[in-house]
C-alpha cells in the first residue's frame, strides 16, 4: 500500500536558518504530493503540491520539488520566520482508474519551532 | 466563508464511556472526510461521504465507530465503548467534487479526545 516517511521531529531553528524538512513516499501508480501545515490552534492547511514529476510547489517560501527517481518531495525554506513554528505532514493522493483521487496518506508530521 | 468546524475541540471521558463528535463542513461540500492522528504518530484516513452516502469507510477501524451524515450536512463520528487506545485527535475535512480529485481538502481544527 501507499506509505509517506518524514524526517522525525521535533526540529529547533533559529530565525533566518534554512530549513529543510525530508519526505519520501512509496505508491503505486502516479500520486500527487502534497505539504500541510498545521498552525497552532488551526486546522490543517494546503501549503503547496505537486501533480507530476518534476513539478515544483511553492507558497509563502516554502518550495518542493517532486522527485521520482527518488521518490521524494522535501520542503524547503531559505529564511524561516518565528511565524513558521508549525507542525508540517507531508501526503499523497494516488488516482484511482476512475479519474477520483483515493483518500490521503500522511506522513507522521515534522513540529518545526523556529527562536527569534 | 466559514470553515470546516468541529465540536468538542476536546473531549475527556473514561474507558466505556461514549463519545460523539460533530463536524461542520463548508457550505456546499459534497465531500467529507474523517481522518484521526494517534499517538503523535501519522494521520490515518478513517471515512469518506459523498452528500450522505459513505463512499469508502475502509479506514475504520471496528465497530465500535460509527459515522453518520444526516442530509448530506454535518456528520457525527460515535465511539461506544471508546478504548484507551481510541485516544488522539480526530479531523474533518471537506471539498467539492472536483477539488477532492487533486486531494486538496478542507481541514477543521480537530476534536482531542482523551480516554482514561
Known amino acids: 500500500g501507499n506509505s509517506v516517511t518524514q524526517m522525525e521531529g521535533p526540529v529547533t531553528l533559529s530565525e533566518e536558518a534554512f530549513l529543510t524538512i525530508n519526505c519520501t513516499y512509496t505508491a503505486t501508480g502516479y500520486p500527487s504530493l502534497f505539504w500541510y501545515v498545521q498552525y497552532p490552534g488551526e486546522g490543517l492547511q494546503l501549503l503547496l503540491k505537486?501533480?507530476?514529476?518534476?513539478d515544483k510547489g511553492s507558497n509563502k517560501g516554502f518550495e518542493a520539488t517532486y522527485r521520482k527517481e527518488t521518490t521524494s518531495f522535501h520542503l524547503e525554506k531559505g529564511s524561516v520566520q518565528v511565524s513558521d513554528s508549525a507542525v508540517y505532514f507531508c501526503a499523497l493522493s494516488d488516482r484511482l482508474l476512475s479519474g477520483s483521487a483515493r483518500q490521503l496518506t500522511f506522513g507522521s508530521g515534522t513540529q518545526l519551532t523556529v527562536l527569534p | 466563508e466559514a470553515g470546516v468546524t468541529q465540536f468538542p475541540s476536546h473531549s475527556v471521558i473514561e474507558k466505556g464511556q461514549t463519545v460523539t463528535l460533530r463536524c461542520d463542513p463548508i457550505s456546499g461540500h459534497d465531500n467529507l472526510y474523517w481522518y484521526r492522528r494517534v499517538m503523535g504518530k501519522e494521520i490515518k484516513f478513517l471515512l469518506h461521504?459523498?452528500?450522505?452516502?459513505?463512499?469508502?469507510e475502509s479506514g475504520m477501524p471496528n465497530n465500535r465507530f460509527l459515522a453518520e451524515r444526516t442530509g448530506g450536512t454535518y456528520s457525527t463520528l460515535k465511539v461506544q465503548p471508546a478504548e484507551l487506545e481510541d485516544s488522539g485527535v480526530y479531523f474533518c475535512?471537506?471539498?467539492?467534487?472536483?477539488?477532492?480529485?487533486?486531494?486538496?481538502?478542507?481541514f477543521g481544527e480537530g476534536s482531542r479526545l482523551t480516554v482514561l
Open positions: 505537486a501533480t507530476k514529476a518534476d
Open positions: 475535512a471537506s471539498s467539492q467534487w472536483d477539488r477532492a480529485v487533486d486531494g486538496e481538502l478542507f
Open positions: 461521504f459523498v452528500k450522505e452516502s459513505k463512499q469508502d
